[in-house]
């Protein structure tokens, strides 16, 4: 069972990044994903969710706008697009799962990947 991210990297403000968690082991269908973010010496903050079929998203106040969460069920792979970045937005990037209706389901992290903005 894993969640693996990707596509961190360095960009500058104003900038673009995809990044990608690509799911295995779990039936991920049935998971309600989620990336957080975690900057230097600052808790882990949420940043958006997905629902399973992805008809239903949320974001936080600080990247709605600019960042847009997806997934692709057939490759079991969730997606966030990060837009017009801010060297705010720089931080240690998790995917999250959790089932969809069964709370004893366990839930997955992933081991993150690092985004960083700046000139």
């Known amino acids: 069972v894993q969640l693996v991210e990707s596509g961190g990297g360095l960009v500058q403000p104003g900038g673009s990044l995809r990044l990608s968690c690509a799911a295995s082991g779990f039936p991920f269908s049935s998971y309600v994903m989620r990336w957080y973010r975690q900057a230097p010496g600052k808790e882990r903050e949420y940043v958006a969710l997905?629902?399973?079929?992805?008809?239903?998203?949320n974001y936080a106040d600080s990247v709605k706008g600019r960042f847009s969460i997806s997934r692709d069920n057939a490759k079991n792979t969730v997606y966030l697009q990060m837009n017009s970045l801010k060297p705010e937005d720089t931080a240690v990037y998790y995917c999250?799962?959790?089932?969809?209706?069964?709370?004893?389901?366990?839930?997955?992290w992933g081991q993150g990947t690092q985004v960083t903005v700046s000139s």
């Open positions: 999250n799962g959790f089932h969809s209706y069964n709370t004893n389901a366990p839930r997955y």
């Open positions: 997905i629902t399973t079929i992805g008809d239903g998203t």
